[in-house]
T-cell receptor, first 115, second 110 residues
Framework: EPEVTQTPSHQVTQMGQEVILRCVPI?????FYWYRQILGQKVEFLVS????????KSEIFDDQFSVERPDGSNFTLKIRSTKLEDSAMYFC?????????????FGDGTRLSIL | QKEVEQDPGPLSVPEGAIVSLNCTYS??????FMWYRQYSRKGPELLMY????GNKEDGRFTAQVDKSSKYISLFIRDSQPSDSATYLC??????????FGGGTRVLVKP
């Protein structure tokens, strides 16, 4: 069964450094998402992306964050200047359409640790 | 009031029992309702999704939605130790942003 893949599985970065998290969505999916889960807290929506544009973003997704689809298969999340509070699991998801009857499928996440 | 509320558990049941999970929500705009299973250090895995009120069954899993009460449920029949995980409810309004509950940890004891 097709799946969303994320790399790396664990990223350790010094505070203030830039980090790029990578995702390969399911191949025939058109909508892409990033979520994060701080330890012990809920999974939270960050951003959705369609047709090379952000379609929706949360208030968490400030100017430090950016997303890109650099080629036909990868989808990336960049954090420009990491803070301690950015430490979390980051999940990529994809869906065929934006409708709820084509639900979102998640990768296994990247654990980001900021030192 | 939180948008989506879910009892964190843990919910401990003996193998073979029925597991009953539920979420309540406050946003009447939610139209699509999902249940995900999350094992430790893994991503959410889609189990069930439903639209509007009613029941949906898939194997050992039954999802129920009661929009008038803003209440959704997931039942797992003949539970197995491999069902031990955290179960997340998630909901979506007209857009494509999922709003999650905090998850219920389930332990199925052999």
């Amino acid at each position: 069964e097709p799946e969303v893949t994320q790399t790396p599985s664990h990223q350790v970065t010094q505070m203030g450094q830039e980090v790029i998290l990578r995702c390969v969505p399911i191949s025939n999916h058109l909508y892409f998402y990033w979520y994060r889960q701080i330890l012990g807290q809920k999974v939270e929506f960050l951003v959705s992306f369609y047709n090379n544009e952000i379609s929706e973003k949360s208030e968490i997704f400030d100017d430090q964050f950016s997303v890109e689809r650099p080629d036909g298969s990868n989808f990336t999340l960049k954090i420009r200047s990491t803070k301690l509070e950015d430490s979390a699991m980051y999940f990529c998801a994809s869906s065929r359409t934006a409708h709820g009857n084509q639900p979102q499928h998640f990768g296994d996440g990247t654990r980001l640790s900021i030192l | 009031q939180k948008e989506v509320e879910q009892d964190p558990g843990p919910l401990s049941v003996p193998e073979g029992a029925i597991v009953s999970l539920n979420c309540t929500y406050s946003n009447s705009a939610f139209q699509y309702f999902m249940w995900y299973r999350q094992y430790s250090r893994k991503g959410p895995e889609l189990l069930m999704y439903t639209y509007s009120s009613g029941n949906k069954e898939d194997g050992r899993f039954t999802a129920q939605v009661d929009k008038s009460s803003k209440y959704i449920s997931l039942f797992i029949r003949d539970s197995q130790p491999s069902d031990s995980a955290t179960y997340l409810c998630a909901m979506m309004a007209a857009g494509n942003k999922l709003t999650f509950g905090g998850g219920t940890r389930v332990l199925v004891k052999p």
